[in-house]
């Protein structure tokens, strides 16, 4: 079946930092990727996302790029913030999968001023 | 814009009872899942929904029951509350079962079984 494994956490940087989450996948079909994060005491919302090989996705200054050959979909962002704290989560959503997603476990971010 | 709202931010209940936990959405969205979120264990989920009348257990479906009687409305029961099911319960829906779409989710619900 369908799995995500992402880079295990709790991940801590310093303000301005750069920042990977790395983010690997296996699929038996073409999945979508995406990249959600949770902020303390909210649900999960949608970061980005990317629905096929090369595209990348981004928002908030945050990328990923799907890469089909590496079955990986890394993200990143160049400067952090302390407002960028939270929890982030890497999942697939295989169109023969009735429209369910697999998720990761969740990387903790914590950005220190 | 895309809202999902679950009807208690926090429940308290004991040991026993019968627990329902619901969940609406705006979007006309085919698909309506339900998960538990605990340290450590991520995203597991429970039951999911299609479409109306219809439901599929997930991974943990054990204690559980749900009910979609109208499609913007899914309801998460709790036969008889234990525990172990002391949690935080997030619902989320996306468009369709046909196309690989985003999941959009509630705030979650914090329920304490005492």
């Known amino acids: 079946g369908d799995s995500v494994t992402q880079m295990e956490g709790p991940v801590t940087l310093s303000e301005e930092a750069f920042l990977t989450i790395n983010c690997t996948y296996t699929a038996t079909g073409y999945p979508s990727l995406f990249w959600y994060v949770q902020y303390p005491g909210e649900g999960l919302q949608l970061l980005l996302k990317?629905?096929?090989?090369?595209d990348k996705g981004s928002n908030k200054g945050f990328e990923a790029t799907y890469r089909k050959e590496t079955t990986s979909f890394h993200l990143e962002k160049g400067s952090v913030q302390v407002s960028d704290s939270a929890v982030y989560f890497c999942?697939?959503?295989?169109?023969?999968?009735?429209?369910?997603?697999?998720f990761g476990d969740g990387t903790t971010l914590t950005v220190k001023p | 814009d895309v809202k999902v709202t679950q009807s208690s931010r926090y429940l308290v209940k004991r040991t026993g009872e019968k627990v329902f936990l619901e969940c609406v959405q705006d979007m006309d969205h085919e698909n309506m899942f339900w998960y538990r979120q605990d340290p450590g264990l991520g995203l597991r989920l429970i039951y999911f929904?299609?479409?109306?009348?219809?439901?599929e257990k997930g991974d943990i479906p054990e204690g559980y029951s749900v009910s979609r009687e109208k499609k913007e409305r899914f309801s998460l029961i709790l036969e008889s509350a234990s525990t172990n099911q002391t949690s935080m319960y997030l619902c989320?829906?996306?468009?369709?079962?046909?196309?690989?779409?985003?999941?959009?989710f509630g705030d979650g619900t914090r329920l304490s079984i005492l």
């Open positions: 990317a629905t096929k090989a090369d």
């Open positions: 999942a697939l959503s295989d169109r023969g999968n009735a429209g369910k997603s697999t």
């Open positions: 989320a829906s996306s468009l369709s079962a046909r196309v690989s779409q985003p999941q959009h």
């Open positions: 929904s299609y479409d109306v009348k219809m439901k």
